[in-house]
């Protein structure tokens, strides 16, 4: 894999998400595909009702265009196992978001239902990463500045890997709660796992993948920036989880996810002890302001653009000091460190 390579997938990406953009959001608003906005939310969201959803289709259509293009012409099918979870769970994600137009509810897919299609796909995307990934597939490395550590979990992947995308769904669904935020911060966390694959020369699958998702990002940015003129939705916001937890567990390197997409796990956590404390109080406490913690900062008087630049930047640095950490292991190269050996063939 080359850079000239990695520079024309996610320029192509790009080019075709752009060019859907238009196609797209006039398609949505004669569907009367409109966002339902909730409202106990902030005030300022009310403005955002009937904005065209659904959006994840501009980006996802380029990720599994480029991806086959990639698997046919570099006879590398791996990269398939890439698509599949993000298409898998972007199709889940477009039931729900189809339900909730047709119903003209915030409500879709009942909790239970769409738990159960999450954890069908996960188990099957589990299994093909277990039974064709290698006898190393089971092997967690945990790198850190030069020090390394590993551990073989062997059939325990299996479950460890459902919980990974299970995670990584819901940690992301929560994050799409403000213009261009989950798409901004995805096309950080998605260059900088590809960034790792790319300096360690991990198999070229996964050192392209991760550029063409940003690309097509950064196509639906366009679109989606504040004010947007198109959501998501969880046809998006479920594959970009999906396909960020794929990523992270062909690569065997769980502090991608952890550390370098901290600010999903933030989100996460602040809507697990807002509702466990409401809920334990008898609904008399919270925690925040509102839950995910996004909008506790909007509530508390900042504007949306600057919750946004802030998350956004929190995820460059989260993701800057996860790529330093992991490519410091040592290399072959009389004791040179990955990151080194990039510079100097660059």
């Not at 075709?16 to 339902?36: D, E, F, H, N, S």
């Not at 570099?74 to 994600?93: D, H």
């Not at 597939?137 to 030069?146: E, Q, S």
């Not at 995805?186 to 590809?194: E, H, Q």
């Amino acid at each position: 894999m080359n850079i000239v390579e990695i520079l024309l997938y996610t320029a192509a990406a790009f080019a075709v998400g752009t060019l859907l953009g238009p196609v797209v959001i006039p398609l949505m608003r004669r569907l009367k595909a409109g966002q339902t906005e909730r409202d106990d939310g902030p005030k300022s969201h009310l403005k955002k009702q009937g904005t065209p959803t659904m959006g994840g289709i501009i980006f996802l259509v380029p990720i599994a265009a480029a991806s086959a293009v990639f698997a046919i012409v570099s006879r590398r099918p791996e990269i398939l196992v890439l698509t599949a979870g993000v298409i898998g769970f972007g199709i889940i994600g477009f039931i729900d978001d189809f339900l909730k137009v047709k119903k003209r509810s915030k409500d879709g897919l009942l909790p239970w239902q769409k738990m159960a299609a999450l954890v069908v796909i996960a188990t099957g995307i589990a299994f093909v990463m277990y039974f064709s990934g290698g006898d190393d597939m089971t092997v967690l490395r945990f790198d850190m500045f030069g020090k390394t550590a590993s551990l073989d979990i062997g059939w325990g992947f299996i479950p460890y890997a459902v919980f990974v995308m299970l995670a990584a769904t819901n940690s992301v669904n929560l994050t799409d709660g403000l213009d261009g935020l989950c798409s901004g911060i995805s096309a950080i966390v998605f260059t900088m796992i590809s960034c790792v694959a790319f300096t360690l020369n991990s198999e070229p699958g996964l050192q392209i993948f991760g550029f063409i998702c940003a690309g097509s990002l950064l196509a639906f940015l366009l679109y989606n920036y504040n004010p947007a003129r198109i959501f998501m939705g969880d046809t998006g916001s479920l594959a970009l989880g999906g396909g960020i937890a794929a990523m992270t567990l062909m690569m065997r390197r769980p502090l991608l996810l952890v550390i370098g997409g901290l600010i999903f796990v933030i989100e996460a956590m602040s809507d697990i002890i807002q509702v466990g404390v409401f809920k334990l109080s008898g609904r008399k406490k919270r925690v925040f302001r509102m839950a995910p913690i996004h909008h506790h900062f909007e509530l508390g008087g900042w504007s949306e653009k600057r919750v946004v630049w802030t998350f956004w930047a929190f995820a460059l640095v989260c993701c800057i000091f996860t790529y330093l950490s992991i490519c410091a292991v040592r290399t072959g190269n009389a004791g040179e460190t990955a990151l080194i050996s990039f510079i100097r063939k660059g």
